[in-house]
Structure formats: C-alpha cells, structure tokens
C-alpha cells in the first residue's frame, strides 16, 4: 500500500528563516502529491499540488514544492516564513485505487517565532 | 457558499452512547470523506462515498457506520462509543472530474471526546 512520511515532526524557525520540509512517498509511477496546511482551530485548506508538468509547483502564500521522481519526494520550501505561517502541514499522495482518497503523512508541526 | 459544514463541532460522549455526526456541502461534490485526525499520526481514512446510495470502507472504518441518503450529506455514526475513538473527525468533500482535479475541501471538523 502507498505510504507518506514526513520526517520532521516538529520544526521551530524565527521569522525570516528559510523553511523546508520532506516529504516521501513509497509509490514509483504515476502520482499525484498535495501541501495542505492547518492553521490552530481551522480546517486542512490547499497549499498546492503536483499531478503533472513542471517539478516546481508554486502555491499559495509564497510556499513553492519540488517533485523529484529519482527520490520519491515532494519537498515544500518557502524562502522566508512569517509567524502566521505558524501551522501543521501534511503531505498527501492520491490513492491508487481512486476516488480522489488521499493517504496523508503524520504531519509537521511548525511553530515560527517573531 | 458555505463550503462544507460540520454539526456538531464538539461533543463528549460516556463509553458506550451513540452519536452521529452530520456533514453537509453545498458545492454538488460526487464525493464525500471522513477522515480522523490523531496527533502524530496524520488523518486517516474511516469511510467514504462516491455517490448518493454508496458507501466503503476506508482505512479505519471498524466501530463506525456511515450514510449518504442525499448527494449533499454523509453521515458518520457511533454506535456505541469507546475511548480510542476519541478523536477530530474531519468531513470532506471533492468533485469526481477528470485527472487533474482530486482537490478535497475539509469541514472545519468535530472534536468528540469519549470518556
């Protein structure tokens, strides 16, 4: 069965640093990978997503993702985070079998400190 | 548009009793979800519908029960509630489309506490 992680649980940045999460998945053909995000007391909303194309997908709220099929990841990058950006981020893959199932990763939890 | 819309947004239940949780769209969605979400271990599929009349088995679908009478409701069902289901339970919704949709749009979700 298809499977995401995310390797990092818990990340703390101050405001201006740079931000990147992994995420890999376990599947080697054709995929389609999403960012949501999860901001406190709010419902998961889209960052962005990957089904085909270009390998740098930009998002929303300057939050770009690399798709690199040679190491089954799909990174998300921002080049300066904010303290709203304060948040958990999932990593999703689209199921197999369809029905746009989506299997998440476990989550990072990012804090970001003024 | 609301969106997707979740009743009730917490409750807490006793071992044993039985509650349901509504979820409603507006955004004519062939496909609805519901998901729970644990820390550390992300959200994870209970059951979900491709259609009104339809229903199967996620990844965790074991002491919970869904229906989907209408196109723009899914239910989720405990029949008698245990402590390890309590949980924040996330509805969703997506439209059938063609590849490159597979957006799911998330209810802002409903916190059960089970004691």
């Known amino acids: 069965a298809q499977s995401v992680s995310q390797h990092n649980h818990h990340v703390i940045l101050s405001e201006a640093a740079s931000l990147e999460l992994g995420c890999n998945y376990s599947?080697?053909?054709?995929?389609?990978l999403f960012w949501y995000v999860q901001y406190p007391g709010q419902h998961l909303q889209l960052l962005l997503k990957?089904?085909?194309?270009?390998?740098l997908v930009k998002g929303i709220k300057g939050f770009e993702a690399e798709f690199i099929k040679s190491k089954f990841s799909f990174n998300l990058r921002k080049p300066s985070v904010q303290w709203s950006d304060t948040a958990e981020y999932f990593c999703?893959?689209?199921?197999?079998?369809?029905?746009?199932?989506?299997?998440f990763g476990a989550g990072t939890r990012l804090a970001v400190h003024p | 548009n609301a969106g997707v819309t979740q009743t009730p947004k917490f409750r807490v239940l006793k071992t044993g009793q039985s509650m349901t949780l509504l979820c409603a769209q507006d955004?004519?969605?062939?496909?609805m979800y519901w998901y729970r979400q644990d820390p550390g271990m992300g959200l994870r599929l209970i059951h979900y519908s491709v259609g009104e009349g339809t229903t199967a088995k996620g990844e965790v679908p074991d002491g919970y029960n869904v229906s989907r009478l209408k196109k723009q409701n899914f239910l989720l069902g405990l029949e008698s509630a245990a402590p390890s289901q309590t949980s924040v339970y996330f509805c969703?919704?997506?439209?059938?489309?063609?590849?490159?949709?597979?957006?799911?749009?998330f209810g802002e979700g409903s916190r059960l506490t089970v004691l």
């Open positions: 999703a893959v689209k199921d197999l079998w369809g029905y746009n199932k989506l299997i």
């Open positions: 990957y089904f085909s194309g270009d390998p």
């Open positions: 955004m004519n969605h062939e496909y």
């Open positions: 599947y080697g053909g054709t995929v389609n």
């Open positions: 969703a919704s997506s439209s059938a489309g063609g590849p490159n949709t597979g957006e799911l749009f």
